[in-house]
């Protein structure tokens, strides 16, 4: 068996810097918590371990892509747990179709700032990178946007990530935890307004899942709140693989059935995470949620409510209907308020992503305390 096989750290570290041009690496002291950049692809976080070079690789890649010649057309699925995207990505303000086309797959392209456009960035110190680039985007009512990028990266150590948790972290376990800074520009000549047009920050994280994975998000249990969840992006969920029960939602991210759920601000509150029982990891995401901010909707169609859009979501990949697939992987997302900065102001997100592993029961002690489930009852 090779010394660091598929799967690891280390092996993705090679193809990575074996396939692209310019990778960074986030490090702690001790070396066990460590983060792979990209500057190819917009900054994003590639992957990380908690254990080192040999310990479980938590993005997910997509190597057959990222190694091939060419690039696609419409959107290059090169993976990684933490991607910088913009929404809307359906509507009359998409970002994603042109003016008076159909809403379709045919006509979907991802704007190659966030999907092939090199960011420039560097390691400031061992433990934080940033990332900088500038694009013109017109959405689908015409409106033009000249925006600027930033993302900060910081690799957090066990006192910036209790204080980020609000609480300790068990004994028995170990983390590997990053934060980014993602700002947004307006550099064009005009304000941007809700009758043109508000872009927004999406953030998505692509993992790589398990027979055994179960996305687990806590909600605001108000009176009528499964309204707030949306669970028909690619058809009905089945009962199954998501199940509701008093302020939590449990779906199935085992990758084998493509479905997508999401939350609205209105009962969202600001943690998710999953539980890879095979793999005894837990993973927490932390985003902002401003319940009384307006959000994009993102939804492939001209819309009455172009700004009540979700502020988190999931998406469990799987066969599509000729029975190819992409991954498999899982994602979590979450996404800014929409931006409705004036000419040459600047609007800020910040999400937080942790992968805990190790002691069974002190997983079991901090899922309790941050997800108010017990690991050992997961439907």
């Known amino acids: 068996m090779p010394k660091n096989p598929k799967g690891t750290y280390a092996f993705d570290a090679a193809f990575l810097n074996t396939h692209t041009k310019k990778v960074i690496e986030l490090s702690s002291p001790d070396g066990q918590?460590?983060?792979l950049l990209s500057s190819d692809f917009q900054g994003r976080v590639m992957t990380s371990t908690a254990t080192g070079d040999s310990g479980l690789s938590f993005g997910w890649i997509n190597y057959d892509l990222i190694a091939a010649p060419?690039?696609?057309?419409?959107?290059?699925?090169?993976?990684?747990?933490?991607?910088?995207?913009l929404g809307p990505e359906g509507g009359q303000f998409s970002l994603y179709f042109n003016p008076g086309d159909s809403f379709n797959i045919a006509h979907w392209q991802?704007?190659?700032?966030?999907?092939?456009?090199h960011f420039p960035g560097e390691a400031y110190a061992r433990?934080?990178?940033?990332?900088n680039q500038r694009a013109g985007l017109t959405n689908y009512s015409g409106t033009r946007l000249e925006l600027g990028i930033e993302r900060e990266?910081?690799?957090?150590?066990?006192?910036?990530?209790?204080?980020?948790l609000q609480t300790p972290i068990p004994p028995g376990i170990k983390f590997v935890a990053f934060e980014t800074t993602n700002t947004l520009s307006n550099l064009g000549d005009s304000d941007w307004s809700r009758q043109t047009g508000l872009p927004s920050i999406w953030l998505l994280g692509m993992f790589?899942?398990?027979?055994?994975?179960?996305?687990i998000i806590p909600f605001h249990?108000?009176?009528?709140?499964?309204?707030?969840?949306?669970?028909?992006?690619?058809?009905?969920?089945?009962?199954?693989?998501?199940?509701?029960?008093?302020?939590?939602l449990y779906f199935t991210c085992d990758g084998k059935r493509r479905s997508k759920i999401g939350l609205s601000p209105l009962i969202a509150k600001p943690i998710a995470g999953s539980f890879d029982a095979a793999n005894n990891v837990l993973t927490i995401i932390?985003?902002?949620?401003?319940?009384?901010?307006?959000?994009?909707?993102s939804k492939w169609e001209l819309q009455k409510e172009p700004f009540k859009g979700d502020v988190i979501n999931s998406y469990n990949d799987g066969p599509l209907a000729d029975g190819s697939q992409l991954g498999p992987f899982y994602e979590i997302e979450s996404s800014s308020p929409a931006m409705e900065l004036k000419k040459g102001e600047k609007g800020t997100y910040r999400q937080t992503t942790c992968h805990f592993v190790g002691n069974t029961d002190a997983l079991r002690q901090l899922a309790k305390t941050l997800l108010g489930v017990d690991l050992k009852e997961l439907p």
């Open 221 to 248: 249990n108000i009176p009528g709140a499964t309204d707030h969840i949306t669970s028909d992006y690619f058809g009905p969920v089945p009962p199954e693989r998501l199940q509701v029960k008093d302020s939590l």
């Open 286 to 297: 932390i985003p902002q949620v401003n319940k009384d901010a307006p959000y994009v909707n």
């Open 33 to 35: 918590s460590k983060l």
């Open 70 to 85: 060419q690039k696609k057309k419409q959107f290059n699925p090169v993976g990684g747990e933490e991607r910088f995207w």
């Open 127 to 131: 433990n934080h990178a940033i990332f």
């Open 110 to 117: 991802v704007p190659p700032i966030i999907d092939i456009v």
């Open 208 to 215: 790589t899942p398990s027979p055994k994975t179960t996305v």
């Open 153 to 164: 990266i910081h690799l957090l150590n066990k006192n910036d990530l209790e204080q980020k």
